[in-house]
């Protein structure tokens, strides 16, 4: 099943370890960028982009799409709306949170947010600048569209909830303070630009939806400094588990109708202990289930091999029959050969099929490979200083 990301409000992912998860997860994450546009990515960032995993998106179409069901809503509130948004007597906000909402230029008005203007439709942002609610570029530079950040914020949810909605993207991003999912989209929006004192109560990581869930799960099964981990390395493990992956994909699929109702809990430490509770239960302690079944699963195999209860793998029978003429000291040694693979052969085959079948065996096994080469890697440094 293909499962493909949209990320917002940026055009750049700043989190590199945040991207890092998320690739763990989706085939592939959209992100806004215009044709032309150079982003300022970090190393990983590129390296993700040459792999094909971050994937250029045009913003234009959407922008129309967006325009036409916003202007009217603009319209019909502009006295308010510049009341509350004017660009002309902004002051800073301190529940706006930390630049939420766009990208902007290295210059201008630092109370302003910044839209580029690819993300925009011309008469969208005209009608903005004619209402007094957006500056347009600086100078003879229009590449960018200046707008109060609750008014970028509102618009970036539409734009994205547009873009998902066409092409079958789940909105996700790396912004702590992420108050809004672009799910209901203009809806959103329009709540948004309603009542921006909800600012105040930013909700933190939306764990309440599935994509949430799914990278709070990986998160909590990889290492903390993920930035030792290369990117090739990142794509390889989860190219090698696409079965295990799959199985772990409808599990979180399955979790939708419970986050829903654990998110409609009003109080904030009360939907966050019912969403971590959630959590520990349906991940933590299943991973640990399963590791634990899976070392009792070698532990029996490695009995049954001293036991002499083995099973013939189709191999067996062909192997046998060549070491039925040989000296008894020697057939000795190769049925003890023939049996230690017989029983390393079906722990192998008995594991795999424990993992694939288990609803976090993905987790497990990302957990065990990312472990295995960490520790690889933490020894080749111990013996270079040696």
């Known amino acids: 099943m293909w499962a493909s990301a949209l990320y917002y409000p940026y055009m750049r992912v700043r989190d590199t370890d945040w991207l890092k998860v998320a690739a763990l997860y989706w085939d592939s994450m959209h992100r806004f960028q215009p044709h032309g546009y150079d982003l300022r990515d970090t190393a990983d960032g590129r390296a993700f982009a040459e792999a094909g995993f971050l994937r250029q998106l045009d913003p234009s179409p959407y922008a129309r799409d967006v325009a036409l069901e916003l202007l009217g809503f603009m319209r019909a509130n502009r006295q308010a709306l510049q009341r509350r948004f004017s660009v002309h007597n902004l002051e800073p906000s301190p529940a706006i949170g930390r630049r939420w909402g766009f990208e902007g230029p290295g210059w201008g008005d630092s109370h302003l947010g910044w839209i580029h203007g690819s993300k925009m439709s011309y008469s969208f942002a005209g009608a903005l600048a004619d209402s007094g609610l957006a500056h347009i570029g600086r100078g003879h530079d229009a590449q960018w569209v200046g707008v109060h950040p609750t008014l970028a914020a509102a618009y970036m949810l539409a734009l994205t909830s547009a873009c998902a909605a066409h092409d079958q993207l789940e909105p996700v991003t790396d912004e702590p303070v992420s108050h809004l999912s672009p799910a209901s989209g203009v809806e959103s929006a329009m709540r948004l630009l309603s009542d921006d004192a909800e600012l105040a109560s930013y909700r933190e990581y939306g764990v309440d939806t599935t994509a949430g869930f799914a990278m709070l799960a990986i998160e909590s099964v990889v290492p903390r400094d993920l930035g030792a981990i290369s990117v090739e390395r990142i794509l390889a493990i989860r190219d090698k588990l696409t079965e295990e992956l799959g199985t772990f994909r409808e ?5 939708q109708q419970e986050l829903e109702r654990l998110a409609s809990i009003r109080a904030d430490s009360v939907r966050t202990e019912a969403l971590a509770t959630h959590l ?15 070392r009792s699963l070698g532990y029996d195999t490695a009995r049954s091999l001293l036991t002499t209860q083995t099973v013939t793998p189709p191999v067996l029978a062909v192997a046998g029959a060549n070491l039925a003429d040989a000296p008894p000291a020697v057939a000795t040694v190769g049925a003890v050969g023939l049996l230690v693979g017989t029983a390393w052969w079906q722990l192998v085959k008995n594991r795999e099929q424990q993992l694939r079948a288990s609803p976090t065996g993905y987790l497990l096994a990302v957990k065990r490979a990312l472990k295995a080469r960490t520790v690889t890697d933490r020894m080749a440094k111990l013996l270079r200083k040696a």
Not at 251 to 255: C, P
């Open 280 to 294: 520990d239960k349906e991940i933590k302690r299943r991973v640990e289930r399963l590791d634990r079944g899976l």
């Open 251 to 255: 599990f979180v699929a399955s979790q």
